[in-house]
């Protein structure tokens, strides 16, 4: 499913670029025509004024009068040699039409865009005049639509790329329920079963220790299946002291890890309440105990540090192992990212699910380095 997600991305990326690239080179090369007919209609306007100005009263001037008037959409606006403004014409703001400041600043990115037109008045005295003229709005429109059309095909890549990161994510919310569920289920019968034979077992003199034991490890599985039971469904939160119960998570943990490996638990507090789901933070704080044996393997240290404050509460676990790089700092949170031979990596990334979807709370790498550590920090709401 994450391949495929990633395939459907590549997918919509490359689309959006050769829609992009093609529609910019496209729309550059309409505007450089549209530009290139613009400078004709500039220079026969031009050519229409000049016939215009050097009219006899036999000439007929019709057509130059109706080039001149036709001339509605092209912006132009005509200096004296000196470069003094004459007259203008088209510009965009026709309230701002008379204002000498305003023309001014036209003039001056007409400058810019395209060289001018020289008009000549009259040739024995040298009198001429400079037509200035700049794009149209409709030219406007056309070189900015490409910029535009990118910021709405990103915008609408955004918009699917956030469907489906929800479609993928609740998809997976679906399997994890699904199957935590179906373990529950199919750990309910073999469990009632062997409590069955446990009885059994009592009955029988000399088998007391034996039924003893086998109670702790089908308690145990009992605890286990009321964890993937709870899965999918939002938990019941209890004011529990949080120092209590990862205290007892410690000491379960600590009778089943090599000697080699110290605990320490490290608090100035006597109690912290917080509303929690019991079972499912057990969960969570024996997940990344075990997470820290497995990374230490037999020797080193794990401490634990809890701090309260007005609003949260802090528990970091720390421990003297392999560490983590810092780029798979959110990669260990994946489902399947494991770099244990055996497993399915789906510990952490359910232990991140109880703490932030149903806690409230974060759960997140603080720091790691190679060969020295790594430190998880869990933030608990009060």
Known sequence: MFKKFIGWKFVLLSTAVIIVVGTIWYVSSLASKIELEETKKVATWVAANRELLQASDETNINLAAEIITNNTSIPVIITNKEGHIIDSRNLDSVSLANDTDYIQEQLDIFRKQHPPFVMEIDGRTRQYNFIYY?????????????????????????????????????????????????????????LSSIEAWIELLKESEGNEMVATELRKDVDRLKLITERFSKIGSVPQLEEKDVIQQVEAMMIYIKKRAPQKVLFTMHTQENEIPAMISPSLFDWVIENLLKNALDSME?????????????????????????????????????????????????????????????????????????????????LLRK
């Not at 900015?144 to 489906?164: G, N």
């Open 134 to 190: 700049g794009d149209s709005l409709i030219l406007k429109q056309v070189r900015y639509y490409p910029y535009i059309q990118l910021v709405v095909v990103a915008f609408f890549i955004f918009l699917v790329l956030i469907a489906l990161s929800s479609t993928n994510r609740a998809t997976q919310n679906l399997v994890w329920v699904g199957m935590a569920k179906e373990t529950a289920h199919q750990l309910g019968t073999p």
């Open 298 to 378: 037999g020797k080193g240290a794990i401490d634990i540090y809890i701090e309260s404050y007005p609003a949260h509460i802090i528990i970091d676990i720390m421990d003297t192992g392999k560490g983590i790089p810092k780029g798979n700092f959110e990669r260990v949170f994946k489902p399947g990212f494991s770099t244990k031979k055996r497993g399915w990596g789906l510990g952490l990334s359910l232990a991140k699910r109880i703490i932030e979807d149903y806690h409230k709370g974060r759960l997140i790498v603080k720091s790691s380095e190679l060969n020295k550590g790594t430190t998880f920090r869990i």
